[in-house]
């Protein structure tokens, strides 16, 4: 990813089956190159796979088949059951596309710094430093690229379910917001929620998990600029622009139309 610009597909919760977001971001992409399709977690429903070469892999294949690298993370469903969520780093270099170097893992471009985090051990209680991980990639007061994104499953804040429940995970994810700050974030992506937001705040929070079983918000946050009612939620996806000087998100549907104007965010 070296182009003075960055553009990145951002969905998420694409393990019913990614085959209709996939046509979307296919028209995107034939329209205006990606340089990347970022997956937030639960890439495979309802439980993840057993290794490699598991038949389900079928699931994301749509995906990956698009042309660009695809980052995932890992989900609570790619977590849960027989599955072996190390199965899916393997597949780096057996499935064309599929960049999944580390459970934990940093991909750097020209213009940013994107940090992928498996925040499920961690909303769990387990041992897992997402803090540490944060601290360290980004503990660089001065030069690197300049826009500093991290990627994780669960939000840190949202207007869907799990913006306010269970308790126990979003004390946990709240409880990263000060490292988040220490290391000047300027925007965090996720899923989990299975709907399309944006916040605005210090950082800019962008909410992907309408991938395959959209489920509307509950109750939209003052800072939420997208959306700005809440209505019946869709299948879709978020593509994110970003030079030197400015972010900018836009929502699409599944059949790649834009369900919103350009969102901008000027380099502090």
Known sequence: MRGATLRLAVAGDTGGGAETVAKGIARVHAEQPLDAIVLTGDNFYPCGIGSEHDSRWSLVLPLTRIGPPVF?????????????????????????????????????????????????????????????????????????????????????????????????????????????????????????????ELIRGRMLLLVSGAGSEPIPPVKLRATTVYPTEISRERIGFAVVEIDAHRMRVRFYDADGRAKSEWIDRKKR
């Open 72 to 196: 995932p993370v890992l989900g609570n469903h790619d977590s849960c059951g027989g599955s072996d969520p190390d199965a899916q780093i393997r597949a780096t270099g057996v499935v064309p596309h599929w960049q999944f170097p580390a459970r934990q893992y940093r991909v750097r471009s020209a213009v940013a710094e994107l940090l992928f985090l498996d925040t499920t051990p961690y909303v769990e209680g387990e041992a897992n430093d997402v803090a540490g991980a944060i601290a360290s990639a980004f503990d660089s007061p001065g030069g690197g690229a300049p826009w500093r994104i991290a990627v994780g499953h669960h939000p840190l804040l949202s207007s869907g379910y799990h913006g306010y429940f269970p308790r126990s995970e979003v004390h946990r994810m709240r409880a990263l917001i000060p490292a988040v700050r220490k290391a000047r974030l300027d925007a965090y992506f996720c899923g989990h929620d299975h709907h399309l």
